[in-house]
C-alpha cells in the first residue's frame, strides 16, 4: 500500500486509480527516463511563481 491508501481506504477507488496509473505508465515513457530527476525539478521551477 502507498501513503494514499491511507486517505482513500475504499477499495472501491482503487481499481480506477491503478488502471489510470497505468495507462500514465504506458503514455508517458519519460517517467522512466534516466534523467527524470532533472527533467521535474526543470518542471517545478516553470511552475513556481517568481518573485
Do not use: N
Not at 489510470?20 to 534523467?35: C, Q, V, Y
Not at 530527476?37 to 513556481?48: G, K, P
Amino acid at each position: 500500500m502507498t501513503d494514499l491508501s491511507r486517505v482513500v481506504d475504499d477499495p472501491a477507488v482503487w481499481a480506477p486509480i491503478h488502471r489510470i496509473a497505468g495507462t500514465l505508465d504506458k503514455s508517458l515513457p519519460e517517467l522512466f527516463a534516466p534523467d527524470y530527476d532533472e527533467r521535474l525539478e526543470a518542471a517545478r521551477q516553470r511552475l513556481r511563481p517568481e518573485d
